[in-house]
């Protein structure tokens, strides 16, 4: 069935923010630095959850993301990767990222 439907009240869609409080909360922590210059989530994130995250974080202009591989036996597995976020630092009105190791990825 393709078509339109045609509503008796408006149906209000909510931002990401609203409807992930949690997420919201999380990046406003690591933008005020409480967790220093940047984060890795312990475990590797879902493809709808790291979309999730990542859609976020593209929406606010001090933080940035990349993806670090993980080491195991399952290394050269592309899908086998830990969501890292990083506060921009801001010096002189230049943005900087912290210096990134030579395995990560980023996007």
């Known amino acids: 069935f393709i078509g339109m439907m045609?509503?008796?009240e408006p149906l209000t869609i909510h931002s990401a923010n609203l409807r992930h409080p949690l997420v919201k909360k999380l990046l406003d922590a690591i933008s005020a630095g409480n967790y220093g210059?940047?984060?890795t989530?312990?475990?590797v994130?879902?493809?709808i959850d790291s979309q999730l995250v990542v859609s976020m974080v593209k929406s606010r202009d001090d933080l940035e993301?990349?993806?670090v591989p993980v080491s195991g036996d399952n290394a050269e597995d592309p899908h086998n990767r830990k969501l890292r976020i990083v506060r921009?630092?801001?010096s002189n009105d230049a943005v900087e990222l912290p210096e990134k190791a030579e395995n990560e990825v980023a996007v």
């Open 65 to 67: 993301w990349l993806y």
């Open 41 to 43: 989530f312990h475990d």
């Open 37 to 39: 210059d940047e984060i």
């Open 45 to 47: 994130l879902g493809e």
């Open 6 to 8: 045609e509503l008796d």
């Open 88 to 90: 921009k630092v801001r």
